[in-house]
T-cell receptor, first 115, second 113 residues
Framework: DAGVIQSPRHEVTEMGQEVTLRCKPISGHDYLFWYRQTMMRGLELLIYFNNNVPIDDSGMPEDRFSAKMPNASFSTLKIQPSEPRDSAVYFC?????????????FGSGTRLTVV | GENVEQHPSTLSVQEGDSAVIKCTYSDSASNYFPWYKQELGKRPQLIIDIRSNVGEKKDQRIAVTLNKTAKHFSLHITETQPEDSAVYFCAAIYTGGGNKLTFGTGTQLKVEL
C-alpha cells in the first residue's frame, strides 16, 4: 500500500490566488481528515469525511476554505483567495471505520507558502 | 468536546536516560489514545497506542500508561538515542463517536550526546 498520498509537496503562491491541495486516502479507509499544522496552533482539524460525506467542518477557518470528496479515493482542499496567514503544512489523514483497530495514517503533507 | 493537554513542551535528556511525556484529557468517554512521532519536515507517525481497557502497553523501548480515573496517560522512552529526537504528540478519541482525534500541543524531545 502506498499510504496516504498528497500533492503537491510544496506550493508557493501569491496572495489572492486560488490554491488546491489534493489527497488520496488508503484504499478501504472510511474516514478522511484534513489537518493544518503551524508552530503557533499545532495540529488543527479542519474537516473530516466519512464515506465521502462531510461530517464536521467546524474547524474550517472561514469561507475561503472549502473541501470536497467526490469519491472514496480522492479529496481536495481549496483556498480561494489565499492569504499569507494561510501559510502552513496541510496534512491529509485516513483511518478505518469506527470500532476497528488502527489510528490515523498521515500523508506527507503539503507545505503551503503564500507570499 | 475533548481537550488534551500535554507537558512538557520541550524536553532535553542525555543519551541513555529515560524520557517521560504526560497528557491529560477531559472527556471520560475517550477510549483510544495514540502517540505520534514527527521528525523534522516529516509526517506524524503512529508509534504506540493504548485502549481504555488496559493500563499499560510496552513495545521495546517505549511504553504507555493510562490512568482512566485521573484521565491522564504518559509516554515513557527508555535508553534514549539521538534518533528519538523529534516532536511527540499524544491524542485521544472516543472511537464510538464522531472519530475526531484531538491532539495535544506536542513535546519537542532532544536527546543529547
Amino acid at each position: 500500500d502506498a499510504g496516504v498520498i498528497q500533492s503537491p509537496r510544496h506550493e508557493v503562491t501569491e496572495m489572492g490566488q486560488e490554491v488546491t491541495l489534493r489527497c488520496k486516502p488508503i484504499s478501504g479507509h472510511d474516514y478522511l481528515f484534513w489537518y493544518r499544522q503551524t508552530m503557533m496552533r499545532g495540529l488543527e482539524l479542519l474537516i473530516y469525511f466519512n464515506n465521502n460525506v462531510p461530517i464536521d467542518d467546524s474547524g474550517m477557518p472561514e469561507d475561503r476554505f472549502s473541501a470536497k470528496m467526490p469519491n472514496a479515493s480522492f479529496s481536495t482542499l481549496k483556498i480561494q483567495p489565499s492569504e499569507p496567514r494561510d501559510s502552513a503544512v496541510y496534512f491529509c489523514a485516513s483511518r478505518v471505520a469506527a470500532g476497528k483497530r488502527g489510528g490515523y495514517t498521515f500523508g506527507s503533507g503539503t507545505r503551503l507558502t503564500v507570499v | 468536546g475533548e481537550n488534551v493537554e500535554q507537558h512538557p513542551s520541550t524536553l532535553s535528556v542525555q543519551e541513555g536516560d529515560s524520557a517521560v511525556i504526560k497528557c491529560t484529557y477531559s472527556d471520560s468517554a475517550s477510549n483510544y489514545f495514540p502517540w505520534y512521532k514527527q521528525e523534522l519536515g516529516k509526517r506524524p507517525q503512529l508509534i504506540i497506542d493504548i485502549r481504555s481497557n488496559v493500563g499499560e502497553k510496552k513495545d521495546q523501548r517505549i511504553a504507555v500508561t493510562l490512568n482512566k480515573t485521573a484521565k491522564h496517560f504518559s509516554l515513557h522512552i527508555t535508553e534514549t538515542q539521538p534518533e528519538d529526537s523529534a516532536v511527540y504528540f499524544c491524542a485521544a478519541i472516543y472511537t464510538g463517536g464522531g472519530n475526531k482525534l484531538t491532539f495535544g500541543t506536542g513535546t519537542q524531545l532532544k536527546v543529547e550526546l
